[in-house]
């Protein structure tokens, strides 16, 4: 999997996420979230699950904001 798709990936992420709690929380804290997220899986060595987990986890920690 190629970086810009991975990024392509993540940025779908800030959209989805951002549809279902960009009305509580507002876009930019998701998208401040999301990128936290990814932060930590960004370096690692296998990429393809890395937007999948990104989603997860940064869903949960919205979750929890709510």
């Known amino acids: 999997m190629v970086a810009t798709d991975v990024k392509h990936q993540i940025e779908q992420v800030v959209d989805d996420l951002s549809r279902e709690f960009g009305?509580?929380?507002g876009r930019k804290r998701v998208e401040d979230r999301v990128k936290s997220v990814y932060g930590r899986f960004s370096k690692a060595p296998i990429q393809q699950f890395v937007p999948v987990l990104t989603r997860?986890?940064?869903?949960e920690e919205l979750l929890k904001a709510t």
Do not use: G, N
């Open 23 to 25: 009305d509580q929380l």
């Open 56 to 59: 997860r986890i940064a869903r």
